[in-house]
């Protein structure tokens, strides 16, 4: 790929830059310490149509492709993760029905979803079913037009607040018994429980739920695919969104190494600045390198998966384990040059270091992408 981004890219760089400077750069810190969903941002993002950014144009969206999900993540990153989930979230939710659903169903959930109307979550991870995914719980049996619903969810972003979540679930076969994977786009009403919100040590102004789903109906009518479908729409949409969490993580390390410049330059010790002093000088070397060397690959991930490359999971694996590994060497060389002040709450790097461990964690570990990195080269049957 042409890895000087074009002038499409560069206007939404800029338009996603200036959002964030006005609606979101002054709530960073604040969000951070009261914790919630920032509605106020939300109708911002819908307004400024970037939370259209995950939908095809057809459906009200502004394409729908990864790149620009990366290009728009990574420049909200830089000042809070936690309002960048807010756009990673809604494509997380929404990306099964754009991978799988009929014109039908696309027709019915995606356009208020790109409006910012309606919320989406991803109801995958339980209890018992965390790394693997197959071994899920959560049961769906038919009763006329309806499956009902019985199971727990958990780490469910946005449970508490979303207005459908793409919920997956074992369905099962009248015939054969056999208990198969499949994929519901579930509508909020009755039997849709939050039985917990999280603490956590970082992005703390997104909801992470545990859901208690009992008695729950959704139509049959919001099957996607077929039964047993599932678990590969489940890949799939994180093969696109792991490009997503690279780019949170690529904000991030940029965020903190502008504040590491910044402090150097500003910051004097004996009257100079510590800029001048080459300890300083080799490590803000070694965040640069190490943040453009995520950066190209998350851009080159998100560029194969909107050609369709055959290896376009592999490459997302790659840039979500790579870029969170190297972001959080570059945010803790950031506290590291800012030195006790790193430490405290008056400069965002000690955020960002929260923030950023998730991504080490969420959307698949990275010892899972190792996996998936490592399968894809060994080929069937590892
Ligand atoms: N796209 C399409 N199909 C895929 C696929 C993908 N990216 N990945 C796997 N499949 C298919 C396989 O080809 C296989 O198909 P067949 O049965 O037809 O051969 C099937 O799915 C099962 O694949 P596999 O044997 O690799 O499944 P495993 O149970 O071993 O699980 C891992 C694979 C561990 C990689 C998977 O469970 C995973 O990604 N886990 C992490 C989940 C995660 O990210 N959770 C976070 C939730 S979001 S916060």
Not at 87 to 92: A, D, N, P
Not at 249 to 261: I, R, S
């Amino acid at each position: 790929m042409d890895f000087e981004l074009d002038q499409e890219l560069l206007a939404l760089k800029e338009s996603v830059q200036k959002l964030v400077q006005e609606k979101v750069a002054p709530r960073a810190g604040e969000l951070d310490e009261i914790g919630g969903y920032p509605w106020d941002i939300k109708e911002a993002f819908a307004e400024g149509r970037v939370l259209a950014i995950p939908f095809p144009t057809e459906y009200g969206g502004t394409g729908g492709k990864a790149l620009p999900m990366a290009i728009a993540v990574e420049e909200i990153s830089k000042v809070s993760c936690s309002v960048a989930m807010m756009l990673s979230g809604q494509c997380l939710g929404s990306a099964a029905i754009t991978i799988a659903g009929s014109e039908e169903q696309k027709q019915r959930f995606l356009p208020d979803l790109a409006r910012g109307k309606t919320l989406a979550a991803y109801g995958l991870t339980e209890p018992d079913a965390g790394s693997d995914v197959a071994s899920l719980q959560t049961t769906a049996v038919r009763d006329g037009n309806d499956y009902v619903v019985t199971g727990s969810k958990r780490f469910i972003t946005y449970g508490d607040i979303a207005d459908v979540m793409t919920l997956f679930v074992k369905t099962v076969d009248p015939n054969t018994k056999e208990k198969k994977v499949s994929c519901l786009v579930a509508e909020k009403g009755p039997g849709w429980n939050v039985s917990k919100l999280e603490h956590k040590i970082g992005i703390k102004g997104s909801t992470t739920t545990e859901l208690f789903l009992e008695d729950f109906r959704v139509p049959v009518a919001n099957l996607l695919g077929k039964e047993g479908d599932g678990f590969k729409i489940a890949m799939q949409v994180l093969d696109k969104t792991r490009t997503s969490i690279a780019a949170q993580a690529v904000g991030m390390a940029q965020g903190a190494l502008d504040c590491a410049v910044q402090f150097a330059r500003e910051h004097l010790e004996n009257g100079k600045p510590i800029g001048r002093r080459q300890g300083i000088q080799m490590k803000l070397a070694d965040m640069e390198m190490k943040t453009e060397a995520a950066r190209f690959l998350t851009y080159m991930a998100a560029d194969k998966y909107d050609r369709h490359d055959p290896d376009r999971g592999r490459y997302s694996a790659c840039a979500k384990a790579f870029a969170s590994d190297l972001a959080m060497e570059v945010i803790g060389g950031a506290i590291q040059v800012l030195g006790e002040f790193g430490y405290t709450k008056k400069y965002p790097v000690e955020r960002m270091f929260r923030d950023a461990k998730v991504q080490q964690i969420y959307e698949g570990t990275n010892e899972i992408q190792r996996i998936v990195i490592a399968r894809s080269l060994l080929g069937k049957g590892f």
